[in-house]
């Protein structure tokens, strides 16, 4: 069917927007084809499919000419209008479209090709020409609106009247090539009808998909069509008429369908036989119907069809080869392969199927599956309803599967199967196909290997893994019942020996019987279990009190305790048990709680063995809080956390400056400046006061050669800890050390050791020190008349100097006791030709009494607390003792009575004061003779004193004292005072002004 343009395309149409133009030549191509179909075709058999392309593309065209129009004229009234005609095309096509069946396809096409043609040309030379005009402005930067006025004036003009010319001319155009495509149409119908009717029945032999033949009686070619005269090797069905199959093809192959013609044309009855046709393209299968061909009832001849088989010959033979390597497959993998029908049936099982199961294939096939070779009857009340309700689509089934086989010699077989569905053409379940793995040596393999990871091999016990589990499960319920849970840990006494003495064959003997006998004694709920070696533990679940388990401890050791015979031997042994209890309020694991009753158990073996011990709690927190605190310890001299402080010790009569103690700080990331006390007491005796005391020591050093390099000369004490003078190598430490200090002398520092330290090992610490007397460092005996101060060993150790602990120096204005201790201790330094320094020294009244007593080298915070080294010259410059301190002289130790005198005073004037504030208090002595300074003031006193000026007014002062007491403690018993506070002033003032008298007597 030849194409007529009734709207043939012009350069006239192009608006130079290419894409705009593309498409419509689109669209002039797509209405030329619509008027051609309407032209030469009386239906409308392929209209609807042009209608719909015309639709669908004038879309896609409007949608590209309105995001263009839209890109250059958003929310414009001409973008809208433009959208508007868009529209009214669309639906004007879609009526003419729906109009089709109801009006004749000459009054259609006249209208829809008129509307057609006229739109399109209206459309491209006047709407989207003048759009295109104003998008071309506007892209060479005019506005809108000067767009406008120029596209206007391009279509006006010679513009607008070659577009009306050319609308009119497209018009008449269309009508005329309508008629004129008619007109066609009627000429190539008439031509078409006598070409039909003159090749009706060639085109129809000829277009016969099979080959076709008619033969006579003498099996010679009649007539044929064209592919069979191909296939016998000619051009045309006019070569091949006359002839007969002789003259064709190879002589066997001839005589064979001579001999099918022969049959046929003998019988009368038709024949179909499957047959190969040698050609010259080689050979090709065919399937020959042949008949015979009757006038009037007698047969002439033969007809016959022959369709090429040749493919369907390959896929069989394909199918056959697949078949066989299927089969073989199948009998070749070592799985079971089983398909079934929806009912269950068997319809396929390869060799291992049979081989298993004891069958042979033909035994096995139509068998219901579930019946015949589960094992039941679970078989088939369980497995095979699961069956049926997941081919019938009612249940979701699974891909892995295991399940029991029984074969015919009843032995059965675990098998794992992996399964998949069967499907028809409309995915329907047909049936199943599975694979099977028989793993019942795997699985019990597994259960075995299971076994091994919960069991203890040699008693059957759960091992550690199956107890952890077991306790925290045991854990879990007695939260939920709210009660007690108790974990024992055994260890066996005497197993050792057992093995030792019997050899180890015997000892397991021993541990399988008492393991038999204890787990005979334990309910069901209870587990036992053994770690290892000689080491068990119980789980006793559900106790309402702890000493509810008590007995059954109890009993669990008499039980281990009794003899275990194996042939002639005896053996026994006993058990030390470890206790730990959990109850539902603990906040504790499984593990805290195991190796509290661990350490529970050792306890029990240091207390003798043959018992149990509970877990104490507290201690247990004492000694967590003991470790936390040394790794924290530990932790911070490794991020040097720990500083030096430094106080001065000076002369208080001469205020000469001696030297520095230096004292160790701990710069707490959290908690601030920590002192001593905060810490040296968790390391002592430990590897870490070493640690820590090796760095003092270099820190001291580094601080000395620091001032040193100041012109600054001060001697630093330093404390050595306990562990740290044990050491053997003490001394060659410290010599290697002040290698990397080249400008510290040994007699810039000096060490300073505890007594009680040096009492631990009085002949090793002795050596030491005089080692390091050898290279010029001497030592100190810190806190002295805390130990033994014993004569021996302040003879036996070389130490220079001894310092009187603070502890004796705080009280000894208050306390006769300690003021003797340090007139002994400051007598045994002088005897010995040692020096004293007293500690502790925080006021000035402390000062006078150690100047009295004979000592005065001292430090305390009244002369200076501890500082940082930056702070230390600073209060070097300042430093000023106190004017009294000068003058104060050491009493004659025949006149220290007077000391002692004083400080009884002193005691009874506290008593009095505490005696006014509360009740509580002893009633102190009034009388004036009685108070222990009386006794002494009117016998030892007179004797020495009474000759002395100022004694008698001593004496005076003192009753004097005694009588304004006695007035407000009257006063006080009968409560009359009027101010408790303003007496005790008065009080203190009468004593002031007895020392003032009888600091006179001390002086003269």
Not at 106 to 114: I, K, M, N, T, V
Not at 661 to 666: D, P
């Amino acid at each position: 069917m030849k194409t007529i343009d009734i709207f043939p395309w012009s350069n006239h149409f192009n608006t130079e927007i290419k894409i705009i133009d593309e498409q419509h030549k689109k669209l002039v191509i797509i209405l030329n084809r619509l008027a051609t179909h309407i032209a030469y075709s009386d239906t409308d058999d392929d209209l609807n499919d042009i209608f719909d392309e015309l639709i669908d593309y004038t879309s896609y065209h409007f949608e590209t000419e309105e995001a263009i129009w839209h890109k250059y004229l958003p929310n414009d009234e001409l973008d809208a209008s433009h959208k508007v005609v868009h529209k009214t095309f669309v639906d004007t096509v879609l009526r003419l479209k729906n109009e089709q069946n109801r009006e004749s396809l000459s009054e259609l096409a006249q209208e829809a090709l008129g509307f057609l043609a006229s739109w399109l040309a209206s459309h491209i030379l006047e709407t989207d020409r003048h759009m295109a005009y104003i998008v071309f402005a506007i892209e060479d930067g005019l506005d809108i609106a000067s767009a406008k006025k120029y596209a206007n004036e391009r279509m006006s003009g010679s513009t607008r009247l070659l577009i009306d010319i050319i609308l009119s001319i497209y018009s008449t155009l269309s009508s005329n090539t309508l008629d004129l495509m008619r007109e066609l149409k009627m000429r190539e119908n008439l031509k078409e009808k006598l070409i039909y009717q003159e090749h009706y029945q060639r085109a129809l032999i000829d277009n016969f998909p099979f080959l076709v033949w008619l033969k006579d009686e003498k099996s010679r070619f009649l007539a044929l069509n064209q592919p069979m005269a191909k296939a016998c090797g000619f051009d045309l069905p006019e070569e091949v008429v006359g002839k007969t199959d002789y003259d064709i093809w190879p002589k066997e192959l001839a005589k064979s369908y001579r001999k099918d013609d022969a049959n046929v044309l003998a019988s009368g009855e038709s024949k179909t036989v499957e047959e190969p046709i040698v050609t010259k393209d080689g050979v090709i299968w065919s399937e020959t119907y042949k008949s015979p061909v009757k006038v009037d009832g007698k047969v002439i001849g033969t007809v016959g069809f022959s369709r090429n088989i040749t493919s369907r010959k390959e896929l069989e033979k394909n199918l056959l080869q697949e078949r066989d390597l299927f089969k073989h497959y199948l009998n070749t993998v070592e799985a079971i392969i089983v398909s079934l029908d929806k009912e269950g049936h068997i319809n396929l099982i390869n060799r291992k199927g049979c081989e298993i199961l004891g069958y042979s294939e033909e035994e096995l096939i139509g068998k219901l599956w579930f019946d015949f070779c589960l094992e039941q009857p679970e078989g088939m009340k369980i497995i095979y309803p699961l069956f049926l309700k997941i081919v019938s689509g009612g249940l979701e089934g699974s891909e892995y599967f295991e399940n029991k086989i029984v074969s015919k010699s009843k032995k059965k077989y675990l098998i794992a199967w992996h399964n998949a569905y069967l499907l028809d053409d409309d995915k329907n379940i047909i049936g199943t196909l599975s694979s099977g793995e028989d793993i019942t040596l795997l699985k019990e393999q597994q259960k075995h290997l299971e076994h091994i990871a919960h069991y203890d091999t040699l008693t059957s016990l759960p091992n550690r893994t199956l107890l952890s589990d077991r306790l925290k499960q045991a854990m879990l319920q007695t939260q939920r019942d709210k009660l007690f849970s108790a974990v024992i840990y055994l260890d066996l006494d005497g197993f050792k020996e057992v093995n030792d003495t019997y050899g180890h064959n015997h000892g397991d003997i021993l541990l399988k019987v008492l393991s038999s006998r204890i787990k005979q004694i334990l309910r069901d709920v209870d587990t036992i279990a053994r770690l290892g070696g000689d080491e068990f533990v119980i789980v006793l679940y559900d106790i309402k009190n702890k000493e509810d388990c008590f007995p059954m401890l109890n009993r669990i050791l008499s039980t281990i305790a009794k003899p275990v015979k194996s042939k002639e031997i005896t053996m026994q042994v006993s058990a030390s048990a470890g206790v730990s209890f959990y109850s539902y309020e603990d906040i504790i694991d499984a593990d805290q709680l195991l190796r509290q009753a661990d350490q529970a158990m050792y306890q029990a073996k240091l207390s003798g063995k043959n018992r149990f011990h509970i877990f104490d709690v507290q201690l247990d927190k004492h000694i967590r809080s003991h470790h936390e605190s040394l790794e924290a310890i530990e932790v911070a001299i490794k991020n040097r956390e720990f500083v030096m402080y430094y106080q001065p010790k000076v002369n208080m009569r001469s205020g000469k400056i001696l030297g520095l103690e230096a004292l160790v700080r701990w710069e707490h990331p959290l908690h601030g400046l920590l002192s001593p006390a905060h810490f040296l007491p968790t390391i002592e005796n430990h590897k870490l006061s070493v640690e820590l005391g090796n760095l003092i020591i270099n820190t001291v050093m580094g601080q000395i050669q620091k001032w040193k390099q100041e012109g600054h000369n001060l001697v630093v004490s330093i404390n050595i800890s306990p562990m740290q003078i044990q050491e053997a190598n003490f001394t060659a430490k410290i010599i290697n050390l002040l290698k990397n200090y080249p400008e510290v002398k040994t007699s810039d520092f000096e060490f300073e050791i505890l007594e009680s330290s040096a009492l631990e090992d009085i002949n090793h610490v002795s050596r030491i020190m005089r080692e390091c007397n050898k290279i010029g460092i001497s030592f100190l005996l810190d806190d002295f008349g805390t130990g033994y101060s014993s004569l021996t060993y302040l003879k036996n150790l070389p130490a220079k100097q001894l310092k009187i602990d603070q502890t004796f120096v705080r009280d000894m204005l208050e306390d006769t006791d300690d003021m003797a201790i340090l007139e002994g201790i400051i007598g045994l330094a002088n005897a010995f030709r040692r020096d004293v320094i007293s500690e502790g020294v925080e006021n000035i009244e402390q000062g006078n009494m150690l100047l009295r007593l004979g000592c005065e080298e001292a430090q305390g915070y009244f002369i200076a607390k501890p500082m940082p080294s930056q702070e230390v010259m600073k209060w070097i410059n300042q430093w000023t003792p106190p004017a009294q301190w000068q003058n104060i002289v050491k009493i004659p130790r025949d006149d220290m009575p007077l000391l002692y005198a004083i400080t009884e005073h002193k005691i009874w004037i506290k008593d009095v004061m505490a005696y006014l504030k509360t009740d509580t208090v002893k009633y102190p002595k009034l009388d004036y003779k009685e108070c222990r300074f009386g006794t002494w003031l009117y016998t030892q006193g007179v004797q020495r004193y009474g000759k002395k000026d100022g004694f008698k007014e001593v004496v005076s002062q003192h009753k004097k004292v005694h009588e304004n007491i006695n007035e407000i403690i009257k006063q006080h018993k009968s409560q009359t005072l009027k101010n408790i506070d303003a007496s005790i002033e008065e009080i203190k003032n009468y004593h002031n002004d007895f020392l003032k008298v009888f600091n006179k007597l001390i002086i003269v």
